[in-house]
Each structure stands twice: as C-alpha cells, then as structure tokens.
C-alpha cells in the first residue's frame, strides 16, 4: 500500500472522473473508494481511460474500497464486494475495508431511518461475523487484503483476537489533533497499516493548518502547511488520504519531503489540540460529508 493515497469521497461524478486522473497524472498510486460515496462508476472510467492510454497499468494502482453498513450480514458481503468490482471495472480489489463498525437494516436504502429520523441498527449481525465473510472473499482470490475503518482501539483488540486473516489496514480519522498514538502502537505491534483520513483536519474549525507550530514549520522548511503536515503522517510510519477537486493542491499533495527531527518533536511535543471532527466512531451515523479542499 503507498503511503501517500487519494480519497474519493467527492459528490459530483464529472469532478470524480477529473480529480482522479489528474491524481494518476501526479503520481498517486493508491486510490480509496468505497460503496457509500455512490460515485465508484466514474473512478473505473478515469482508470479505465488512464489505463488504455498508457498512463499507468492496473497492477501499479492500488485500489482500496469499503463495505456499507446495510450489507454486513454475511450472506450480502460477496454480492456488495462483486458490485464494486463492476463498477470499478477492475477484477480484483487490493484492500476491502468494512466502513464502520456499524450495522444497519440490510437493503438498499443506505441511509434506513425510522420515524424519528434515527438511524435503524441491524441487531443480527454482530462485527466478527462480517469480518470472517471478509476473509472468506480473501480465499477466493479476488480481494487481496482486509481491514477496518472507523473503528476504535476496543473494537480493533476484538477483531485482532478472533481473527483468522488479520486486518491489514485500519482507517481511521488522524491527524496532529489526533495522532492515535495508541492506536498505532497497537498496530505497530500487529503489522497493521494505519490510514489516516481527514489527514488535514477537513479544513474545519480548529484549522490545523492555521497552527503556529505547522505554519512555523512550514516557513522553515520551505513548504504549505498542507505539505508539513502530510509529511508528518508518512514521517511517524503512517499512510494518510487526501482529497482534492483543485490541481494544484493534488500535486502538492504527492510533493512532500522528510522533516528534520526537531520538526517532528515539536508537532508531538508542543500541539496540545485535541479534536476529531468525524463523530461516526461514537455514534455510527452515516452521511459525514467533510468539506474537499
């Protein structure tokens, strides 16, 4: 899995198409997708056009999608799994990654809501139980690897114990706000990968990138606060997402260089920030639609 990887979580499928070939153009290698952003069609084009024209070839792409809550039951895993293959237009999928922890009414309503307007959970259906449908798509051939996203150290230690395949990422929110150093301790330990989403804090309120200590750094080493901060991410052993509509924020986005040592301590040391800006690992509401930069 490349370090450095491109969200695809944009709403209109013309800008879709656009924003993930110029992030080919620019040199990311590693594009996360998933059922829930209802735009997985118009990535297969753009691959598929990138891939006839030259540009790269499939096995140099790393394609990373995600299982929505009303498909974990077992029985709906494949059947979701071979959907997004379709519509990827591609005949393997290198990581597949359940969404949330969160299992909701099974059908075709993404979104089931009761009368209340809350959000409807599916009781019969518990998280290992989906997990080991996971692995057993592993043992088919068409999906290389595994994991999790969303999800807290608790629920990771659970899945970890019954685990026949481990996971082989968890994605979860992460960010100098947020570093998840337990978290990624743990997987450290287990050698699972760390992928970090809202990499840059979804440009929400506190502003990472307006923080004293990255904006200093950024003077320092001659870079965007945007690189500085990325460069954390890869620097400390993570894999991080980013996502952008605009080509040139793409493009800084793959430009990014090691920090000096003092950088990095002074990130760990002297931000005292903490806050997650995706409330779905407590609640498992969905519909988070983060503001693209």
């Given at each position: 899995m490349p370090a450095v990887g491109f969200g695809t979580l944009i709403p209109d499928p013309v800008a879709t198409r656009q924003a993930v070939t110029t992030a080919l153009e620019?040199?990311?290698?590693?594009?996360?997708?998933a059922e829930r952003y209802r735009n997985e069609e118009a990535i297969g084009d753009a691959f598929q056009a990138a891939f006839k024209a030259g540009m790269v070839r499939r096995?140099?792409?790393?394609?990373?999608?995600?299982?929505?809550?009303t498909?974990?039951?077992?029985?709906?895993?494949?059947?979701?799994?071979?959907?997004?293959?379709?519509?990827?237009?591609?005949?393997?999928?290198?990581?597949?990654?359940?969404?949330?922890?969160f299992a909701f009414r099974p059908g075709d309503d993404q979104d089931p809501r009761d009368e209340n307007g809350q959000v409807i959970y599916d009781s019969g259906v518990t998280l290992a139980e989906t997990?080991?449908?996971?692995?057993?798509?592993?043992?088919?051939?068409r999906c290389k690897s595994i994991g999790l996203s969303d999800i807290t150290l608790e629920k990771l230690r659970e899945i970890v114990a019954v685990a026949r395949i481990k996971p082989a990422?968890?994605?979860?929110?992460?960010?100098?706000?947020?570093?998840?150093?337990?978290?990624?301790?743990?997987?450290?330990?287990?050698g699972i990968i760390l992928l970090a989403f809202a990499a840059l804090?979804?440009?929400?309120?506190?502003?990472?990138?307006?923080?004293?200590v990255i904006t200093a750094i950024a003077r320092h080493v001659?870079?965007?606060?945007?690189?500085?901060?990325?460069?954390?991410?890869?620097?400390?052993?993570?894999?991080?997402?980013?996502?952008?509509?605009?080509?040139?924020?793409?493009?800084?986005s793959v430009d990014i260089s090691a920090l000096p040592e003092d950088a990095m301590r002074e990130i760990r040391d002297h931000i005292t920030t903490n806050v997650r800006f995706n409330s779905v690992v407590q609640t498992g509401v969905p519909g988070f639609i983060p503001r693209t930069r």
């Open positions: 620019a040199g990311f290698r590693h594009f996360d997708c096995e140099d792409v790393f394609i990373t999608t995600k299982l929505w809550n498909n974990h039951r077992p029985d709906r895993v494949k059947p979701a799994f071979d959907a997004s293959r379709r519509r990827l237009q591609v005949n393997d999928i290198d990581c597949y990654i359940i969404h949330t922890p997990w080991h449908a996971l692995e057993r798509l592993v043992d088919e051939g990422a968890v994605q979860v929110e992460s960010h100098p706000y947020l570093p998840e150093w337990e978290l990624l301790d743990f997987c450290r330990q287990h804090g979804h440009g929400m309120e506190p502003n990472l990138l307006d923080d004293p001659g870079k965007t606060p945007a690189q500085v901060a990325l460069a954390w991410a890869v620097q400390r052993g993570t894999a991080f997402l980013t996502t952008s509509t605009k080509p040139d924020r793409i493009r800084q």
